[in-house]
T-cell receptor, first 112, second 111 residues
Framework: DADVTQTPRNRITKTGKRIMLECSQTKGHDRMYWYRQDPGLGLRLIYYSFDVKDINKGEISDGYSVSRQAQAKFSLSLESAIPNQTALYFC???????????FGDGTRLSIL | QQQVKQSPQSLIVQKGGISIINCAYENTAFDYFPWYQQFPGKGPALLIAIRPDVSEKKEGRFTISFNKSAKQFSLHIMDSQPGDSATYFCAADDSNYQLIWGAGTKLIIKP
């Protein structure tokens, strides 16, 4: 089984809908991250969490919210989706310090 | 400013050639510089990383060269193979809370 699992892998929805992307990990890491990937822009950090009670905004948090339900689970919500949120979304986990981040395989989200 | 500038945006190299991707940073507090490799349909995965106390790190065909005074670092892929075709991201970390990512380089190795 994958260390970091994202669901769904693909989602097409309409403007104004509420969407939740889920992430679970078996790495035992405290730190979890949500990124957005757009062509030519690389990875941009949406939110990050260093433990269950710690949630922090990243570079592009507007229009998004997150919930850290447990050490292993970190979900991303779009309260009212808009077309410019169409992108590839990645969840990642990591240990403290200069340790590698481990990524899921992403959710491709299209908002019509 | 927290930025990492990566170039080129795309790169085509013949099989057996050397692929070179460059990154530049501004924040002297950065103390960890990883490179990630991403294949289509997959998330990025750590390829190789370096700290600023060394000027070069080599792992197999992959080498990071680091120039602290110029605030630049680069990835060299020797004897490039078609299986190396992927998107490569440089990043920088200040041991604080997050990685700062370059925009990515799409590398194509032609057989």
């Amino acid at each position: 089984d994958a260390d970091v699992t994202q669901t769904p892998r693909n989602r097409i929805t309409k403007t104004g809908k509420r969407i939740m992307l889920e992430c679970s990990q078996t790495k035992g890491h405290d730190r979890m991250y949500w990124y957005r990937q757009d062509p030519g822009l690389g990875l941009r950090l949406i939110y990050y969490s260093f433990d269950v009670k710690d949630i922090n905004k990243g570079e592009i948090s507007d229009g998004y919210s997150v919930s850290r339900q447990a050490q292993a689970k970190f979900s991303l919500s779009l309260e009212s989706a808009i077309p410019n949120q169409t992108a590839l979304y990645f969840c990642a986990t990591g240990a403290a310090g200069n340790q590698p981040q481990h990524f899921g395989d992403g959710t491709r989200l299209s908002i019509l | 400013q927290q930025q990492v500038k990566q170039s080129p945006q795309s790169l085509i190299v013949q099989k057996g050639g050397i692929s070179i991707i460059n990154c530049a940073y501004e924040n002297t507090a950065f103390d960890y510089f990883p490179w990630y490799q991403q294949f289509p349909g997959k998330g990025p995965a750590l390829l190789i990383a370096i700290r600023p106390d060394v000027s070069e790190k080599k792992e197999g065909r992959f080498t990071i060269s680091f120039n602290k005074s110029a605030k630049q670092f680069s990835l060299h892929i020797m004897d490039s193979q078609p299986g190396d075709s992927a998107t490569y991201f440089c990043a920088a970390d200040d041991s604080n809370y997050q990685l700062i990512w370059g925009a990515g380089t799409k590398l194509i190795i032609k057989p």
